[in-house]
């Protein structure tokens, strides 16, 4: 099966960036969408932002648009988050997956296939 991994969380005061980046083994990224999601402690898991297979669409979450940004260098099998302007609700255990039925960007998590196993982000001063 596909394999995902995510890095480049970490602990960041209020206002900071980030960069996480979601790579995978043995096959290539380019047969699927891609999206990334969260959870916070007590809450359910949150659609944060997606890139189609093609990569010519993107969606994003209303808490995060204008401040992330998604992208993907399929030379490279690897998709970013860019994460800017960050604020203390941002604090959450961020996942990649993978979709490859639909092909299209979509932020409801039961589309998708493969699943990262996350990485922390922590926003706090």
């Known amino acids: 099966q596909l394999q995902l991994v995510e890095s480049g969380g970490g602990l960041v005061q209020p206002g900071g960036s980030l960069r996480l980046s979601c790579a995978a083994s043995?096959?290539?990224?380019?047969?699927?969408?891609i999206g990334w999601f969260r959870q916070a402690p007590g809450k359910e898991r949150e659609g944060v932002s997606c890139?189609?297979?093609?990569?010519?669409?993107?969606n994003y979450a209303d808490s995060v648009k204008g401040r992330f940004t998604i992208s993907r260098d399929n030379a490279k099998n690897v998709v970013y988050l860019q994460m800017n302007s960050l604020k203390p609700e941002d604090t959450a255990v961020y996942y990649c997956?993978?979709?490859?039925?639909?092909?299209?960007?979509?932020?409801?998590?039961?589309?998708?296939?493969?699943w990262g196993q996350g990485t922390q982000v922590t926003v706090s001063s």
């Open positions: 890139i189609s297979k093609s990569g010519d669409s993107t």
């Open positions: 043995r096959f290539t990224l380019d047969r699927y969408a």
């Open positions: 997956a993978a979709e490859r039925r639909i092909g299209r960007c979509v932020l409801d998590f039961y589309e998708y296939d493969y």
